[in-house]
């Protein structure tokens, strides 16, 4: 565990989030590296600072964070970081992971997962139906996401336990302040086969502020994300939103047009989300990625999958040997952005392999 005491100093350096954290470790590799490296090699790093600098350069590990470590282990919690095989790989492709994450439970490094978001207010209807969805992709080996709030949250985690499958809560607060108290038991049960998830120290309450912040993990660490139950105004439009902004898909479950709690899940449909009626309308776009995943864990990929003609440019753009995204940008002459989505479909459909420092290579 001391191993990960430099994650925690480099965390708490005030000035460096989650954007930059990353930076730093796709140049430096680890957080040791970057507390080794010189002055004159920290100031080259896009957006350093001369004060940044000299903060990192004269870094002590606080007694709030020991605090925070100790407690860790006392409790018997992981942490995983995100140079860590279990670190939820789609998490990784969006602009700000956290560097780490307190996990209570076991993360497997799967991609295979689906969250299920609503309403706190959820209708009978909700209930039923996302319980029975959750049931059904438990069926198919797929990990259902969501939150741990009441309502939709828990019917989503609920749903998959009772039929035996794998479930994943990202919580706006610590674990040490379960939020809400009553699925204290749920939080338990979560863990015995999934995982209970933060990036949160311990001991933070559930502030407001909180819940919008972990919202981009459950979206980040899926494939796709589905509205169940939500009114116009609902803070799961706001996961949506995060999805379509990590080109993840949307996906929502029609509701009542007589019933407002369905208003924003009707006005994600209008907006291109997928209309779900059960399971397979969500597995079926995702098909042919969890198949390619599911070779990936059993043998080496011999040939590739079906490609569209702009992922099959940059595969063949790889070449023989490992090379940095910045190379690639330059040799493919295309947007980061787009080029960044392309390599993370081919790494899901198992042909390419990434490797710390943002270094990209031709799966053997």
């Known amino acids: 565990m001391e191993k990960l005491l430099p994650w ?17 470790i796709d140049r430096f590799k680890s957080p040791e590296l970057v507390f080794e490296a010189s002055p004159e090699d920290l100031i080259c790093v896009d957006g350093m600072s001369r004060r940044l600098v000299s903060a990192i350069k004269q870094c002590k590990i606080s007694e709030k964070v020991k605090r925070d470590f100790d407690l860790v282990i006392k409790k018997g919690y992981k942490i995983v970081t995100m140079s860590d095989p279990d670190y939820p790989p789609l998490l ?22 689906i969250a299920i978001v609503g309403s706190r207010n959820a209708t009978s209807y909700g209930i039923s139906t996302t319980r029975q969805l959750c049931a059904n992709l438990a069926s198919l080996k797929i ?10 949250d828990t019917a989503a985690h609920e749903g998959t336990l009772e039929a035996g499958g794998k479930t994943i809560a990202v919580l706006g607060s610590g674990l040490e302040r379960i939020y809400p108290a009553e699925n204290l038991k749920l939080f338990y049960k979560i863990a015995e086969s999934g995982a209970v998830v933060s990036e949160f120290p311990l001991t933070t309450g559930p ?15 899926s494939l796709g994300t589905v509205v169940v139950e939500a009114t116009g105004r609902s803070g799961s439009l706001i ?22 709690k369905s208003t924003g899940a009707h006005a994600l449909i209008k ?16 098909s042919a990625i969890i198949q390619s995943h599911n070779n990936n864990q059993n043998r080496a990929v011999s040939e590739p999958p079906l490609l569209s003609s702009e992922e099959s440019s940059v595969f063949k753009a790889l070449g023989q040997y490992p090379v940095h995204i910045d190379d690639l940008v330059r040799k493919m002459s295309m947007e980061p952005g787009k080029l960044s989505s392309i390599l993370l479909m081919l790494e899901l459909k198992g042909i390419v392999r990434q490797s710390p420092g943002k270094i990209f290579s031709v799966e053997s």
């Open 8 to 24: 925690f100093a480099l965390k708490s350096v005030h000035g460096i989030g989650n954007h930059f954290f990353k930076r730093l």
């Open 207 to 221: 502030e407001a502020y909180n819940f919008p912040v972990r919202n981009r993990i459950i979206s980040g660490i």
């Open 92 to 113: 990784l492709q969006i602009p700000d992971p956290p560097p780490f994450l307190y996990v209570f439970g076991c993360l497997d490094g799967s991609i295979k997962n």
């Open 143 to 152: 990990t259902t996401v969501s939150g741990m709030a009441i309502g939709i």
């Open 271 to 286: 907006q291109g989300a997928k209309l779900v009626e059960n399971a397979q309308d969500i597995v079926e776009e995702f």
């Open 239 to 260: 996961t949506a939103r995060l999805a379509a902004e990590q080109n993840r898909e949307v996906f929502a479950v029609p509701g009542s047009i007589q019933s407002f």
